[in-house]
């Protein structure tokens, strides 16, 4: 069949990467793409939110199924495009309709989906510009530190925690008297802060069954040790050494289990991933919070441990035949670091040439914020590539990784060098 990936990072590299060795691609487009989906498919020149343009490659091409890597044309109703276009309603769309894709696109609406559902999460409430005075006097009642979430979406952006009560107060009134986040901050979630260490669990759903992929560990932070601004990702672990079959076993319970009934009880059509962003308290799991697609860079650790054939699961999920699929995992490890440009995450330049890629031995260079020009690969974004290995453990992953950044270049190249040091 011929499929179609939206986006242009290291996520929809590697889905590029996993769908084409599958025998049920015939042809792989990526929209727009980068340099390393170029090698493997046919890159198209069209934005994401793009919708007529999407249609109009859909019917040119006859593509058969089209997987969304982003979350904004999700939120924005691509796949409610498709349903409501008699010429392109039969098309397979993985990913979530809109009013199932605001569990990402509003933080209040993923806040009171999981009380409704009794799903254990963080205490909250929600503040307007004209109701920042009662939001001062919330933060009051809470210790220390004081967690700040815009509404909508801002990039991965969208949350500051701060350790101040006055600076909070002066972030809120930032967040939604000045706009700090645009639009994404109209409505600001106060939470409670949780104490313990993250993880990420990704599940795939049919709308009605559920297959949970491996977990993984990302690092959100510019510097080692977990300091200095929040990124859209720096690397990150799969499996995660401190998840035990027995806490395993409590996230599907308490999490996975009451999240996809929920969508059932709450009428909300669901075709696709399900990222929960989950905290270990104790040896207890809680959701920080609900993505309705896949992580990066934990998607170039997922996916490469899965054994499976790719398509055919996607097509399991599309039919709603999910439950028959078993899936089989690599039993070693995959660690990926992260190399970005620098000043990233702020101010940073870009068309720097990459060089050294092809002399990468036993890692998988996914390509992100890169792509082509004048037959150089050059940096095109803050997060540049993802370079992903295995290996017996993490360690031994991770070492892999950071031997074959050794033999990378661009001008200003920056990545963390203690990936996995909180393991």
Not at 271 to 298: A, C, S, T
Not at 323 to 346: F, H, Q, W
Request: one cysteine or more; a negative charge; charged letters at 25%.
């Amino acid at each position: 069949m011929n499929i179609l990936i939206l986006g242009s990072g290291g996520r929809e590299h590697t889905f590029a990467w996993k769908i084409s060795q599958s025998p049920l691609c015939k042809n792989l487009f990526v929209a727009p793409g980068n340099s390393g989906t170029a090698a493997i498919a046919k890159n198209v020149n069209i934005g994401v939110t793009d919708f007529p343009a999407i249609k109009n490659l859909v019917l040119e091409e006859q593509i058969e199924m089209v997987v969304v890597g982003p979350e904004d044309p999700l939120v924005q109703g691509v796949h409610d495009y498709f349903l409501n276009d008699d010429a392109i309603k039969h098309v397979k769309v993985i990913g979530p309709q809109k009013v199932s894709a605001e569990l990402e696109g509003s933080k209040e609406f993923a806040k009171e989906f999981l009380y409704r559902h009794n799903i254990p999460t963080a205490a909250y409430e929600s503040f307007t510009k004209e109701t920042v005075e009662k939001g001062y006097q919330f933060l009051e009642t809470l210790k220390a530190p004081y967690v700040l979430k815009a509404d909508g979406l801002a990039a991965g952006k969208g949350v500051v925690i701060l350790n101040d009560l006055e600076e909070a107060k002066s972030e809120l009134k930032s967040m939604l008297v000045d706009a700090k986040f645009g639009q994404a901050s109209t409505k600001v979630v106060i939470e409670e802060f949780l104490d313990g260490i993250e993880l990420s669990c990704f599940v795939l759903t049919d709308g009605k069954n559920y297959k949970i992929l491996p977990t993984a560990k990302d690092y959100k932070r510019i510097g080692e040790g977990d300091t200095g601004l929040n990124t859209g990702g720096m690397g990150a672990v799969s499996p995660v050494p401190f998840a035990t079959d027995e806490f395993l076993s409590k996230i599907e319970e308490r999490i996975v289990k009451p999240t996809i009934n929920g969508f059932k009880k709450d009428n909300l059509p669901y075709v696709g991933f399900v990222f929960i962003g989950l905290i270990k308290v104790g040896d207890d799991p809680k959701v920080i919070e609900y993505n309705v697609r896949m992580g990066d860079p934990e998607t170039e650790v997922v996916l490469p441990r899965l054994k499976n054939d790719f398509v055919e699961i996607l097509l399991a999920m599309a039919n709603g035949t999910l439950k028959d699929i078993n899936i089989e995992i690599d039993e070693r490890a995959a660690t990926t670091i992260m190399l970005v440009s620098g000043g990233y995450p702020e101010a940073y330049e870009k068309g720097k040439e990459i060089t050294g890629i092809d002399t990468i031995e036993g890692s998988i260079a996914f390509h992100a914020g890169a792509d082509l020009k004048d037959g150089k690969v050059v940096t095109t974004g803050g997060r540049v590539m993802a370079i992903t290995s295995y290996g017996a453990n993490y360690q031994e992953a991770i070492k892999k990784s950071y031997q074959n950044i050794d033999k990378l270049h661009f001008d200003k190249m920056n990545y963390r060098k203690d990936i996995g040091f909180d393991l």
